[in-house]
């Protein structure tokens, strides 16, 4: 279901007269034939004569001090080639916190290459192996002498705010603090006539990205560090060269096509140990994490406590809001900063509240280390504050969309920094469209209780304005008409490369499979930036755009003088040109591309996209701007619980968001329907847990995402206002599809049984819980 | 992965026998281990958690794959799979506490691989296919150095991962009696997921009536002991009664009450105990429904 | 370590011969002789990336040991039909956008095959049965959903695959 609802389009859309050719229809991606048939090389599928195969070996506290590392006997084994410890190269360190543009230093807590003294964290990488076969890096894994000494560590960021708790991070723990201030929030408070407070809990997520984390790394006949590896950021080659000491023009890092990332391959991961190894053994090293590496090698989702207080009329107005957000930042500080910002910024969600407080710290503790994934924050704060939309309705006795109707932002307000996005804000259109999509409510069967939950959502695309963000492409067009796209951009599953490839051409008017686009190569492709923050199609698809319209712009000058028609009446479509009123008067688009070439016509174009440059937020009110434009949207579930069991399914799930324009609306349906997924499992089943630091679910029969059994049909409603600041009016879709789908599942399972779970996961026990305190409450009240 | 074990693919049950008896001098060295589909050992091989001098893999052994539902009862070879379970249309009829644990019983690959014998000798306390059948009455065939012999499965498990079997012994078929008119046999799988998950709580029962009567009953419990077990007291109670709701009440309270439960990162003791009483009467009553 | 031995394994109607220990897993082996169209995701049996068909059956290869598929057919992703020539199940997952990374893929489109080959027109549950040992982190699984039954339609003759 789609609609393109123009009456509410305000600003009016940009793109008037629109007519696609390709832009918007639902086509074959152009990764897909070689994914479906095998094809495809991932970068655990390269290897390399003499190739050597690494291993890291592991702390298995989270806490400790090394006392002693013997790899003597490791060494000796036959068929290993080294076996590196901190001891064995300089003391430099991996870079946690967003280098380049920023123009501010680093946080200076970068973490160490491999534990020097003190363990900080369960898995912290002790020592790197490269042997000549897996079985033989695995046997000299086992011969490593480890002697680790236990130390006092803290696992609750409340504890570690505690006077004489565990320093993790000097010298208070604390690595992050933001606060946001609007109006009069005692004012507000003294206004309202209802004031409800709740304190929601969030856990850690894992990424679960089906492929684990590998790499291949070769030093080459120019003394450059190649690395060939899985991630979403080839642009570590800076920060893995700033590691190693060398030139950042001597390291090169290759992506492969990527299986999954979603913000767990935005940090370096095996980078640097492949890099330190090759350059060690001068061989080409191969390093493939195993699951439980993978579980315990990249960040996790951070652990939010958010503590809502909302003032309220009776009417249904929020007069003031206080948020106190608290986020587990483990043992390394990588990057959280920048997720409790998009926490801070995104705390009271889509609605305007102009009496608002927001207080927000990230804590190290000694548990894992949290950074980036999909919803980076702005998903934890829509986690609690949909829930506490709910509760506040429910205190006045109001309609829980009526509420949220009375205080939506609408188009042209500002939100909680006080900044105005520039694009149109259709949460209502979709709210009702999800809401309405319920259809009919399934009835009870017996102690198994249905219900329905909405969540609306506000989600940045984009990177942070202060980072200054820029992205490349080249577009350059052969002359047997085919195109070429070349950009660093790396793709991750969602189809980044194939939608650069649909916007060329559209633009030039050939078929999408005319179109080739080289990616993801730090040293050759036009440096394009991360595949992050729901930012390539905005960043990247903006340059491709720019480049491929400078392109058009001189092709079509040949065109129309050599056809004798104005500029403004050439056509380029299904690799023709031609007079629009006059299709007879044309050529083959390669006819023209070959008349070009004989004119010396420059056939390629280099364009550089750069997003909104901006200074950070005012450090005291929070006041500015902190992301390019947001998304909004609507989440509607309905679900059936067993309350004697507390098991919970989720019988329907309907997703509407303005997407502001689809490029490929299968994939814009495929990141919904994926999002949803996530989603789901961070509402219902996915926990990673922890015992003093230490991962007790290492693996996918532990650590539980929805399965085939498990997932409802998800169906979307996909809602364009062009009004956004990508290609063609597009917004994104990759982080916003996941934000409200938790606190839609919450409310569901409180509107069928009458009672909240504060915490995620909502697991059967804590269902069953909720239930025998709701009716202990009730017989206390009825006695 | 341990690496350290031969690996002998036997070519017929004798070979499998023999080559799992324990050789001479072989006194203290760790046993070798039957490998049928590998779902459980070979993962517990990757984990340094078995570590058997010698693997015998019975794959080869067609005999042993067998299954039959007839008058005689419900009878199969040990290398019987999941996926031969599921895709039964008469043990369907038969026996749904089976085959509905076939249904959701890991995912279809392991499904696939796994074998009846295997599920029974991982000695898992969560294995799925143990309470249905303990439910059933089955027995279990031994072959081994000392011939063959029968030893019914509620009887099989001597602790934690322990059992009856001898060295060298092999689970070669199970078996469970004719199933009376008037019965019915139902199972529930409660997990964290719907799709391969391991088990929080497994209860099965089984019900036999005559004249308005529970003549016999079976409740089996899975993932609340060190071993799937017997709800004996909880039978006892049923036998002979008419079951009403207070009578599969309090058997339901007997059946939880026979579950040691531990706390682990799926679910708490207490809670898993509370699920049996549930389970158990939620079972009890639909199997008398389906009677009566 | 275990022994080395040399063995056969048929990959995908072809002959390859290997010198294994007792110990490499199927998946070890085939990614070895260069099939790495099987991807691994876990070695555990917990995800399906590395499902084969073994004489048209589903089962992961981690968890099979390569000397117990000698004697079988084995079947990989590729093995089923190529970028020219596709499998109707390739064709569906491609045109109705099923694989989004692509690194579940494989398994998937095995362990699909396997059920079609028993049930050739499957219900959505048993679709979703078939599926459960298949992880997929990126796709919802809604578009598998629609694209097993669409290549079951195409393979029973009762549709084409859009």
Same mark, same amino acid.
């Given at each position: ?138 046997? %000299? ?42 109006? !009069? ?138 948020? #106190? ?44 280390? @949290? ?98 963000? @820029?992205?490349? %492409? ?7 008409? +085919? ?62 755009? #720019? ?34 009123? !006059? ?37 005291? +009110? ?6 390019? !434009? ?12 067993? +309350?004697? @069991? ?68 998800? #169906? ?33 399972? %409180? ?33 | ?292 | ?54 004489? /048209? ?75 459960? /040992? ?29």
């Amino acid at each position: 279901m789609t609609t393109t609802d123009r009456t509410l389009a305000e600003p009016a859309p940009r793109d008037t007269n629109v007519r696609y050719n390709q832009i918007g229809k639902p086509l074959v991606r152009t990764d897909a034939p070689g994914k479906v048939t095998g094809r495809t090389p991932y970068a655990g599928d390269y290897t390399m004569p003499k190739m050597l195969h690494a291993k890291v070996v592991r702390a298995d506290l989270a806490s400790a001090r090394l006392k002693r590392i013997d790899v003597t006997r490791a060494r000796a084994l036959p068929g290993v080639a080294c076996v590196l410890t901190a001891a064995d190269m300089p003391d430099r360190n991996i870079a946690t916190d967003i280098p380049g543009q920023t123009g501010r230093d680093r946080l200076k807590t970068d973490q160490q290459v491999l534990v020097r003294e003190r363990v900080r964290y369960f898995g912290e990488p002790l020592a790197l192996i490269a042997a000549e076969s897996r079985d033989v890096a695995e046997a %000299a894994a086992l011969l490593v002498e480890v002697e680790l000494e236990p130390i006092a560590g803290v696992y609750d960021p409340e504890e570690a705010l505690k006077p004489g708790a565990p320093i993790v991070t000097a010298p208070d723990n604390v690595v992050a603090t933001y606060r946001i201030r609007r109006g !009069d929030v005692e004012a507000g408070f003294a206004a309202a006539d209802v004031i409800v407070e709740n304190t929601y809990r969030t856990q850690f997520q894992e990424h679960a990205f089906l492929e684990p984390e590998v790499g291949l790394a070769w030093v080459d006949e120019n003394g450059v560090v190649n690395i060939r590896v899985s991630t979403q950021v080839i642009e570590h080659f800076r920060a893995v060269a700033d590691a190693l000491g060398l030139p950042h023009n001597k390291v090169r890092v290759l992506g492969a096509m990527v299986g999954g990332g979603f913000g767990g391959k935005e940090d370096v991961t095996v980078e640097l140990y492949l890099a330190i190894l090759a350059m060690h053994t001068r061989r080409p090293v191969r390093l493939e994490y195993s699951r439980e590496d993978s579980f315990v090698g990249h960040g996790k989702r951070h652990p939010f406590k958010l503590v809502y207080r909302t003032g309220v009329t009776r009417d249904g107005r929020i007069t003031a809001l206080d948020v #106190q957000a608290l986020a587990d930042s483990g043992a390394y500080v990588f990057l959280s900063p920048y997720v409790l910002l998009y926490c801070a910024v995104n705390a009271s969600g889509p609605y305007r509240v102009d009496n608002l407080n927001v207080f927000a710290r990230a804590v190290a503790t000694n548990n894992m280390f @949290t950074s980036a994934f999909r919803g980076f924050g702005g998903m934890q704060a829509c986690a609690a504050y949909e829930q506490q939309m709910d509760e506040v309705a429910g205190a006045i006795g109001m309609d829980r969309l009526e509420f949220r109707r009375r205080n939506l932002l609408r188009t042209g307000e500002p939100m909680a920094t006080g900044f105005v996005p520039p694009s149109s804000i259709w949460t209502e259109k979709c709210a009702d469209l999800a809401w309405e999509a319920l259809g009919e409510q399934t009835p009870d069967d017996g102690p198994v209780k249905v219900g329905r939950g909405i969540a609306c959502y506000q989600q940045s695309y984009g990177r942070l304005t202060f980072l200054k963000d @820029t992205s490349e %492409a080249w577009v350059g067009v052969e002359i047997d008409g +085919t195109v070429t796209v070349r950009s660093g951009v790396t793709d991750i599953g969602a189809g980044q490369a194939s939608s650069l490839a649909h916007i060329a051409a559209e633009i030039l008017g050939v078929t999408l499979p005319n179109v080739i686009v080289y990616n993801s190569d730090s040293q050759v492709t036009p440096l394009a930036g991360t595949t992050t923050a729901t930012r390539a199609l905005y960043m990247t698809g903006n340059a491709a755009r #720019q480049a491929a319209a400078a392109l058009r712009e001189r092709l079509v000058a040949v065109a129309a003088e050599v056809l004798g028609a104005a500029p403004d009446a050439i056509e380029l479509a299904s690799n023709r040109v031609a007079v629009a009123d !006059d299709p007879a008067r044309g050529m083959s688009f390669a006819e023209l591309v070959r008349l070009c070439a004989a004119r010396g016509v420059h056939r390629s174009e280099l364009a550089i996209f750069r997003a909104p440059f901006t200074s950070p937020l005012d450090p005291e +009110t929070g006041q500015g701007q902190a992301h390019p !434009d947001y998304v909004y949207g609507a989440h509607a579930v309905e679900v059936a619980v067993d +309350t004697e @069991t507390g098991e919970v399914r989720v019988l329907k799930c309907i997703a509407a968001h303005d997407v502001g324009q689809c490029i490929n609306r299968a994939a814009v349906e495929g990141q919904i329907e994926g999002g949803t997924q996530n989603g789901l499992g961070y509402a219902l089943t996915e926990e990673m847990l922890y015992r003093e630091g230490r991962l007790v679910t290492p693996s996918f029969s532990e650590y539980l995402m929805p399965t085939a059994m498990d997932m409802p049909r998800v #169906q979307s409603i996909i809602l364009e206002s062009r009004s956004g600041i990508g290609p063609f009016g597009a917004k994104g879709i990759g982080e916003p599809a996941l934000t409200p789908v938790a606190p839609a599942v919450a409310n569901a399972v %409180a509107d069928a049984i009458g009672a909240r779970v504060f915490e995620y996961p909502i697991t059967p026990e804590r269902v069953v819980r909720a239930i025998a305190g709701r009716d202990r409450a009730g017989a206390a009240a009825g006695g | 992965m341990h690496s350290d074990f031969d690996l002998h693919l036997a070519a017929d049950l004798d070979d499998a026998l023999a080559s799992l008896a324990p050789a001479a001098g072989e006194a203290g060295r760790p046993a070798a281990m039957a490998l049928a589909g590998g779902t459980n050992l070979i993962v517990d091989l990757r984990g340094r958690r078995a570590r058997p001098r010698r693997l015998v893999g019975i794959g080869r052994l067609e005999g042993l794959r067998w299954l039959r539902v007839d008058a005689g009862g419900i009878a199969m070879g040990a290398r019987t799979t999941v996926t031969d379970l599921l895709e039964s249309p008469a043990l369907a009829a038969a026996a749904p506490a089976l085959h509905g644990a076939a249904r959701v019983f890991a995912g279809q690959m392991v499904r696939n691989a796994a074998t009846v014998g295997g599920n029974i000798a991982c000695g898992s306390p969560a294995a799925d296919l143990v309470p249905p059948l303990m439910a059933l009455d089955a027995e279990v065939v031994l072959e081994g150095p000392a011939g063959t012999r029968r030893v019914a499965l509620a009887d099989f498990y001597t602790g934690y991962k322990a059992d009856v079997r001898a060295a060298g012994e092999l689970i070669t078929e199970i078996r469970c009696p004719p199933r009376p008119a008037g019965s019915a046999n139902l199972f529930y799988k409660l997990a964290r997921r719907q799709g391969d998950a391991i088990t929080v709580v497994g209860v099965a029962v089984a019900l036999e009536a005559a004249a308005g009567r529970c003549r016999a009953a079976r409740i089996a419990l899975g993932a609340v002991a060190p071993v799937p077990l017997r709800a004996r007291a909880a039978e006892a109670l049923l036998a002979g009664a008419t079951l009403d709701a207070p009578a599969i009440a309090r058997a339901a309270e007997s059946a939880a009450a026979a579950a040691s439960p531990i706390d682990d990162i799926r679910a708490t003791a207490g809670y898993r105990r509370e699920m049996v009483a549930v389970l158990t009467r939620r079972l009890l009553t639909r199997a008398w429904q389906a009677i009566g | 370590m275990s022994n080395e031995r040399r063995i056969t394994l048929e990959i995908n109607g072809a002959a390859e011969t290997t010198s294994v220990p007792a110990h490499r897993t199927l998946l070890e082996a085939l990614r070895g002789l260069g099939h790495v169209d099987v991807k691994c995701g876990c070695e555990k049996g917990d995800c399906g990336a590395c499902a084969v068909l073994l004489d /048209g059956v589903a089962v992961d290869s981690c968890l099979t040991l390569a000397w117990q598929a000698e004697g079988h057919a084995i079947t990989t992703l590729a093995g089923l039909g190529t970028p020219e020539r596709m499998h109707p199940l390739q064709q569906a997952f491609a045109d109705l956008g099923a694989a989004q990374c692509g690194y579940c893929t494989p398994g998937m489109i095995i362990a699909a095959e396997s059920l079609l080959r028993r049930v050739p027109d499957p219900s959505e549950d048993e679709i979703r049965v078939a599926l459960s /040992g298949n992880l997929c982190r990126c796709t919802g699984y809604t578009k598998i959903f629609d694209a097993v039954a669409a290549a079951a339609a195409v393979m029973s003759g009762k549709g084409d695959a859009r």
